[in-house]
């Protein structure tokens, strides 16, 4: 749950040994590779490593007509295979491009009739320039000098060839641009297209037979584009190569270790003040989703701290809030039972899998407190009625809880951004923030618990806040520089209380979702009361589809809103700086 340390290593050797390393080192899979190609005497770089292999690979399989697969892998070639796919795909392109452009040019070309354009020393220099001209503009064309004739009429346009050596001035529309093909040319070789695309979409079937060894052999490909890409992030002069990058200190004896026995020159350095390393976010897997969330928006800088924890958990409380329903989150809790297998298939999904988990606790739990099932309340003396401590149409409560929870997580940003710093009064300016918001949320809490106690303590807190913002914003600037930047820094306490105030956003969705769902329940009830026997068949239709549109809508607020209020709000005072993300060269997963 930290940001790992890393280093700047540099490797020097024989040309004849940079294959070996670069595959020893993608093999071994520490090392951020960091290019040194504009110092590669003046080569050009190499484009990023393109997903060539799996667009392949979904080109075959979305063909609608797939063949029978080969098994036999002898006489399979993966990267000509590859190749062949990538060119029918870009040919199919291509073909698909000239018919759709020689659909609309015949089009264009239709109300001028078929002809054929003569050679312009035939024509004397002279040239046709082609008009759309509207009935109501005519007037203006025949006020002009132009030689030009109405080839052809509707009941909105004029069709107008305008003779002339130059591209005629005064016209009142923009001229038609009819190219300088015939019709009779267009048509010909709109045949030739479409034959043509048949001809490509045959062989893309054909080449469908080798799409489950494809498949197979996807991270074999993939691991040979990047192998190829990083020969040309090296430095390469004289018969002797030189490899940069970034490594985890942890790895820093491993490393030392391969450069002793393969005869490599190793060098290892501390990162300098002057440096910019990748950010290597280090969570244990049950956290690694939190990871995915902070980088779907930024990645910290290596100078800062890990988010990861913070916006799982509150990701987690944020979404159940918004939900607010405990009989929707058991349904989620089931749609991700029945698909936890097929989840667990793809890293991707076990990332996901225990944030998933929390989601659905979390909202059961909140959905049992203020007790919500299906936007049904638990009967008083049940079971279930125990659990039911809030109350949502309290609107004075829920904002008060609302408030509390954005303000404990702006502090907790704005304390975690403070506890970063090696020099704590580079932190003194995000710990006055923490205290001012601080002032607030016991400002908050008076109007509850010992007023006569908190009162005086959020005023003292308050005023701290104020002299550490004013006076540690800059902290090392000369006092009035200083002060000036301080009362400058002090222009934020109104983005502080929208901020806070932004989180009313969790009660106020949580009881929309509620709100629906007990009106889709009170609409079903009256048709099945107003209609008996058919009114059950559209009662129920009313609940299924009624509730199902809460939940989508539901669904789709706590995902938006639930990463909002982490990544604007809380980033806004818990990260300051922004990375580059710790992207390791090593094998793709098999």
Not at 143 to 155: A, E, F, G, K, M
Not at 265 to 288: C, F, K, R, S
Not at 311 to 337: K, N, P
Not at 531 to 557: D, K, Q
Request: charged letters at 20%; hydrophobic letters at 45%; one cysteine or more.
């Amino acid at each position: 749950m930290s940001i790992v340390r890393l280093d700047k290593v540099t490797f020097l050797g024989l040309t004849e040994d940079r294959a070996r390393l670069l595959e020893d080192m993608q093999a071994l899979g520490c090392l951020h590779i960091e290019p040194l190609a504009e110092e590669n005497g003046g080569q050009d770089t190499l484009p990023p490593v393109t997903a060539g292999s799996r667009e392949a690979l979904r080109f075959l399989h979305d063909c609608p007509q797939m063949r029978r697969q080969i098994g036999d892998s002898d006489s399979f070639d993966a990267l000509e295979t590859e190749r062949k796919v990538l060119d029918v795909r870009q040919r199919l392109q291509d073909l698909s491009d000239e018919r759709d452009f020689l659909v609309k040019r015949i089009q264009d070309m239709r109300p001028w009739g078929d002809f054929t354009f003569s050679p312009l020393p035939e024509m004397g220099g002279l040239r046709l320039w082609f008009y759309l001209v509207p009935h109501r503009e005519m007037p203006l064309i025949q006020s002009l000098p132009l030689t030009y004739q109405i080839v052809r009429t509707d009941n909105r346009h004029s069709y107008v060839v305008v003779v002339s050596a130059t591209e005629p001035e005064g016209m009142p529309v923009n001229r038609s641009r009819i190219g300088n093909r015939s019709r009779h040319e267009l048509e010909t070789r709109l045949e030739q297209v479409e034959m043509a695309i048949e001809d490509a979409r045959a062989e893309r079937a054909y080449l469908t037979r080798w799409y489950s060894l494809l498949r197979d052999n996807i991270a074999t490909l993939e691991d040979r584009a990047a192998l190829e890409a990083a020969q040309h992030q090296i430095y390469n002069r004289a018969g002797m190569f030189a490899l940069r990058g970034w490594a985890p200190q942890l790895q820093r004896q491993q490393l030392e270790d391969y450069a002793h026995r393969h005869g490599v020159h190793l060098d290892i350095q501390e990162v300098q003040a002057d440096d910019m390393p990748p950010t290597y976010l280090h969570n244990p897997e049950w956290l690694a989703a939190g990871e995915d969330l902070v980088n779907f928006y930024m990645t910290p800088g290596y100078r800062t701290w890990d988010p990861s924890p913070v916006v799982f958990i509150s990701f987690a409380l944020f979404f159940a809030m918004i939900l607010a329903d405990a009989g929707y989150a058991l349904f989620l809790g089931a749609l991700l039972l029945s698909f936890w297998r097929k989840m667990g298939v793809a890293s991707g999904g076990r990332r996901f899998r225990p944030l998933c988990v929390v989601i659905v606790g979390f909202s059961v739990l909140y959905g049992m407190l203020i007790g919500s099932y299906f936007g049904v309340a638990p009967a008083k003396g049940s079971f279930l009625s125990v659990f039911h401590v809030l109350d949502m149409s309290d609107s004075n409560l829920m904002m008060q809880i609302s408030v509390f929870i954005g303000c404990v997580h702006v502090i907790l940003g704005a304390a975690l951004d403070a506890a970063r710093y090696p020099n704590r009064v580079e932190g003194l300016a995000s710990i006055g923030w923490a205290c001012i918001v601080s002032a607030g949320l016991l400002l908050l809490l008076a109007t509850a618990f010992a007023p006569a106690v908190l009162k005086p303590l959020s005023l003292s807190l308050a005023g701290m806040g104020v002299v550490l913002v004013l006076w540690f914003t800059a902290p090392f600037e000369k006092p009035l520089p200083r002060l000036l930047k301080g009362l400058l820094g002090m222009t934020k306490l109104s983005g502080a209380f929208g901020d806070v105030l932004s989180y009313l956003r969790l009660f106020a969705l949580g009881l929309a979702s509620g709100s629906l769902a007990a009106e889709f329940n009170h609409m079903a009830s009256g048709i099945h009361e107003a209609m008996p026997g058919l009114g059950l068949f559209l009662a129920i239709l009313v609940l299924l589809l009624g509730h199902a549109v809460n939940l989508l809508l539901g669904l789709a607020s706590a995902l938006i809103h639930g990463l909002r209020l982490n990544v604007i709000e809380f980033f806004n005072w818990g990260l300051k700086e922004e990375g580059m993300l710790f992207k390791p060269f090593r094998r793709t997963e098999r």
